[in-house]
C-alpha cells in the first residue's frame, strides 16, 4: 500500500451474507437464504453499488474483496454481474486486486473459471483443517478431498495468487494432526496463508456445547509451530496471524493489500448487509436487517444509501492516533513515527513516549530503521493484546 497519498484510494468490500448451512462456531452476519432471497439482495446490492459509485467519482479503486458469508455459495453469474457493476460505477485500477472468498462445499471448476474470466485475481479458500473429523467437529460441510480439489480446480483456472483459511485450537485437536494439517496445506504451496485460533464467540452453538478445547499450553504450542513450520517453508510472517510467500525478494511479495487497508488505515468501502466502512475518518455501518435493507435500496430513489447507514462517527484526532497504533502494530513492519508526524503534527514519542520507553524496557517494542520505525519484537508479538491496550488513550 502507497503511503505517501491515499487520500482518494479506495478498498471495496462486497458482503454475501449467505451460507448453505451455519458453522457451529460462526458468529459472522450469514445465514441461509429464503426463497428469492438472493435475487433480491443482489438486486439491492446492485443499486448501493451505483450509488456509491456516484458519491465517490473522484476516487480510485485499488482492491476488491468479496466476502461473506459464502460468496461462492450464490449463482456465479450474480457474483459476476456485481464485479461488472462496480467496474461500470467506479474507477478500478488495472492492478486491483480483486479477491473472492469461497468454501469448498460450493466451488465448483466451472464457478472458479467464471471468477476468473470476470477478473477476480486472488482466491481465498476456506480450508480451516485437513482433518475430516475436526471439519465435522466444526459444524463445516467440506471434506478435505473437497479442498484439495478446489485448490487443484483454482490452479488449473489460473489462480496464481490463492490464500488458505487455517484454524488451530479446534476442539480435541492435538500438536501432531495440527502439524499435519500445516504440512499438507504447505505442500500445495498457497501464496497466502491466514491461521487464526479458534475463538468461543457467544451467542454461537459452541457457546452452548461443552466442548474438549486444547489448553492454553497447546494452543501457544500451535501458534508457534505455524510461525516455524511456515517461515521454514519459505513464507514470511508480516501480520500476527498472515504470511506470503516473496518469491523473488520483498518486490514480490503476496500480502493481501487488501487486509493491509485495514490495518493501515486506508479508505474502505463496504457495501452490503452490515458492511462497514471508514472513509478519511469517517466510520459507519450498513444496517443488518435484510427486509429493511432491501426496502432502501429497491426504490429508484437516490436516499437509500442513507437509509441504510448507522453508527456514523467522526473519529476524533486521539481515536485516529490510538487505531494508528492499535492497528498499525498488527504489522511485523511495524509503524512509521514519521508517518505518526506527518498525519498528527505530532511527534509520536510526546504522545506516547511513557508506554514506548516501558515496553522497550521490557524487550516488548523495538526501534529500528535509525528509530523511524517501531514494531513489536517476536516476544511483543506474542501478548500484543496486552501491549496495544496501552496506546488507548482515553
Ligand atoms: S461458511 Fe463461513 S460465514 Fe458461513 S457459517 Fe461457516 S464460518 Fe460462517
Known amino acids: 500500500?502507497?503511503?505517501?497519498?491515499?487520500?482518494?484510494?479506495?478498498?471495496?468490500?462486497?458482503?454475501?451474507?449467505?451460507?448453505?448451512?451455519?458453522?457451529?462456531?460462526?458468529?459472522?452476519?450469514?445465514?441461509?437464504?429464503?426463497?428469492?432471497?438472493?435475487?433480491?439482495?443482489?438486486?439491492?446490492?446492485?443499486?448501493?453499488?451505483?450509488?456509491?459509485?456516484?458519491?465517490?467519482?473522484?476516487?480510485?479503486?485499488?482492491?476488491?474483496?468479496?466476502?461473506?458469508?459464502?460468496?461462492?455459495?450464490?449463482?456465479?453469474?450474480?457474483?459476476?454481474?456485481?464485479?461488472?457493476?462496480?467496474?461500470?460505477?467506479?474507477?478500478?485500477?488495472?492492478?486491483?486486486?480483486?479477491?473472492?472468498?469461497?468454501?469448498?462445499?460450493?466451488?465448483?471448476?466451472?464457478k472458479l473459471i467464471a471468477y476468473k474470466k470476470a477478473g477476480f485475481n486472488r482466491l481465498s479458500i476456506g480450508a480451516q483443517s485437513m482433518s475430516d473429523t475436526e471439519l465435522k467437529r466444526l459444524g463445516r460441510l467440506h471434506s478435505s478431498r473437497q479442498f484439495l480439489e478446489t485448490f487443484e480446480n483454482a490452479r488449473s483456472a489460473g489462480f496464481n495468487n490463492?490464500?488458505?483459511?487455517?484454524?488451530?485450537?479446534?476442539?480435541?485437536?492435538?500438536?501432531?494432526?495440527?502439524?499435519?494439517?500445516?504440512?499438507?496445506?504447505?505442500?500445495?504451496?498457497?501464496?497466502?496463508?491466514?491461521?487464526?485460533?479458534?475463538?468461543?464467540?457467544?451467542?454461537?452453538?459452541?457457546c452452548d456445547m461443552e466442548l474438549d478445547l486444547p489448553s492454553e499450553e497447546v494452543d501457544r504450542k500451535m501458534y508457534h509451530e505455524t510461525k516455524k513450520l511456515l517461515s521454514e517453508h519459505g513464507y514470511f510472517r508480516y501480520e500476527i496471524s498472515n504470511y506470503a510467500r516473496r518469491d523473488g525478494g520483498a518486490a514480490h511479495s503476496f500480502e493481501c493489500y487488501h487486509n493491509k487497508v485495514y490495518w493501515q488505515r486506508g479508505n474502505y468501502l463496504g457495501l452490503g448487509l452490515g458492511a462497514a466502512s471508514m472513509v478519511n475518518n469517517v466510520r459507519w455501518s450498513n444496517i443488518r436487517d435484510m427486509k429493511t435493507y432491501i426496502e432502501a435500496l429497491s426504490r429508484e430513489s437516490k436516499t437509500g444509501i442513507s437509509k441504510i447507514r448507522?453508527?456514523?462517527?467522526?473519529?476524533?484526532?486521539?481515536?485516529?492516533?490510538?487505531?494508528?497504533?492499535?492497528?498499525?502494530?498488527?504489522?511485523?513492519?511495524?509503524?512509521?513515527?514519521?508517518?505518526?508526524?506527518?498525519?498528527?503534527?505530532?511527534?509520536?514519542?510526546?504522545?506516547?513516549?511513557n508506554v514506548i520507553s516501558k515496553y522497550q524496557k521490557m524487550g516488548l517494542l523495538e526501534l529500528y530503521g535509525e528509530n523511524v520505525f517501531?514494531?513489536?519484537?517476536?516476544?511483543?508479538?506474542?501478548?500484543?493484546?496486552?501491549?496495544?491496550?496501552?496506546?488507548?488513550?482515553?
Open 1 to 110: 500500500m502507497n503511503t505517501t497519498d491515499t487520500r482518494h484510494d479506495l478498498s471495496i468490500y462486497i458482503h454475501i451474507p449467505f451460507c448453505e448451512r451455519k458453522c457451529l462456531y460462526c458468529d459472522f452476519l450469514s445465514f441461509s437464504a429464503q426463497s428469492g432471497q438472493i435475487d433480491e439482495y443482489v438486486r439491492a446490492l446492485s443499486k448501493e453499488i451505483e450509488l456509491y459509485g456516484a458519491e465517490f467519482s473522484g476516487f480510485t479503486v485499488r482492491s476488491i474483496f468479496f466476502g461473506g458469508g459464502t460468496p461462492s455459495f450464490p449463482d456465479e453469474k450474480l457474483i459476476c454481474g456485481l464485479l461488472e457493476k462496480i467496474f461500470d460505477c467506479f474507477v478500478v485500477d488495472d492492478r486491483c486486486e480483486i479477491s473472492i472468498e469461497v468454501n469448498p462445499a460450493s466451488a465448483m471448476k466451472e
Open 162 to 206: 490463492i490464500n488458505v483459511d487455517l484454524m488451530s485450537a479446534i476442539p480435541e485437536q492435538d500438536i501432531d494432526s495440527y502439524r499435519e494439517t500445516l504440512m499438507k496445506v504447505i505442500t500445495l504451496k498457497p501464496e497466502h496463508i491466514s491461521a487464526y485460533s479458534l475463538i468461543v464467540e457467544e451467542g454461537t452453538p459452541f
Open 374 to 394: 517501531l514494531r513489536l519484537t517476536d516476544l511483543g508479538l506474542d501478548v500484543s493484546n496486552t501491549v496495544m491496550a496501552e496506546f488507548l488513550l482515553g
Open 310 to 353: 448507522t453508527d456514523v462517527q467522526k473519529l476524533s484526532v486521539s481515536e485516529q492516533m490510538e487505531e494508528f497504533m492499535f492497528l498499525g502494530l498488527r504489522l511485523v513492519r511495524g509503524v512509521s513515527t514519521e508517518e505518526f508526524k506527518r498525519l498528527f503534527g505530532r511527534s509520536i514519542f510526546d504522545v506516547y513516549g
